[in-house]
């Protein structure tokens, strides 16, 4: 959906970690229709190949394990060899360990597995995004975190210490926080990819050139009421 009938990232070059699903699927689509010049990188080649097709010019796949810094370098120096810059860098990719249970029930492959992804891909992409960035004095780069961070108990607690350390790696950049729930006081609505994706769209776009270190959380005002309430 293109707002306004504006193309709002019209020749924007941007990377979308974690694009092959879900959330980055969505912006990779959104911001497409918006004009960028989209790659999208994970590690689900055959869906993240048949996205780019589906979306058709200007959308290519690329392989990245946001783990390995290496792939994180090559997959920003590629970008840059193939278009002449990099304009938006979305550190997307995220793992969750398990839905529920207590610090007692978190293990070292739960840490590893949590922290591996969703610390590493926040901290390698800004890394390498501001190596290309700050000699070109021009460039936006974003991260998905957690209304997990804002409101405690909401998940475990392995994954909640990995979105504390996104929102650590952010600055000076911008943050979404998200919640999928049915307890926001929005009633009759539920939190979808899309709803995320046009909030990434505006903090990606020229509309907020000056909004730095935000962190945007769009959980449907979930953050606002007293979560013991609900119990």
């Known amino acids: 959906m293109i707002k306004f009938g504006v193309f709002r990232l019209e020749g924007k070059v941007t990377i979308i970690t974690g694009g092959a699903s879900g959330i980055g699927a969505s912006t990779a689509r959104i911001f497409h229709e918006n004009g960028a010049k989209v790659i999208i990188a994970d590690i689900q080649d ?5 996205i780019a097709h589906k979306l058709g010019e200007d959308v290519s796949y ?9 792939d994180v370098a090559k997959l920003v120096d590629t970008t840059v060899h193939r278009h002449g810059k990099l304009d938006i860098m ?17 293990t070292k492959f739960d840490l590893d597995k949590v922290v591996g992804v969703n610390v590493m891909d926040a901290f390698w ?3 390498h ?9 021009n460039g936006c780069i974003l991260f998905t975190s957690s209304a997990t961070t804002n409101v405690a108990g909401l998940s475990t ?24 729930t049915s307890w926001a006081n929005l009633k009759g609505r539920v939190l979808k990819a899309d709803d995320i994706a046009m909030a990434v769209l505006y903090l990606a776009s020229d509309d907020a050139n000056y909004v730095s ?11 606002f009421v007293n979560p013991s309430m609900l119990n």
């Not at 055959?46 to 048949?50: A, D, F, I, R, T």
């Not at 690329?62 to 290496?70: A, G, L, S, T, W």
């Not at 504390?164 to 943050?175: D, H, I, T």
């Open 157 to 180: 607690h392995s994954y909640a210490s990995s979105k504390c350390a996104v929102l650590g790696a952010r600055v000076p950049a911008k943050a979404i926080e998200i919640l999928t």
């Open 90 to 106: 979305y550190n997307n990719a995220g793992v969750i360990d398990r839905k529920h249970g207590g610090i007692f029930d978190v």
């Open 62 to 70: 690329i392989h990245c394990d946001v783990m390995q810094e290496d």
């Open 213 to 223: 270190g935000l962190n945007l959380v769009v959980d449907g005002g979930y953050s």
């Open 129 to 137: 995004a501001t190596r290309v960035m700050i000699p070109k004095k």
């Open 46 to 50: 055959k869906v993240g190949q048949k």
């Open 125 to 127: 992409g800004a890394k």
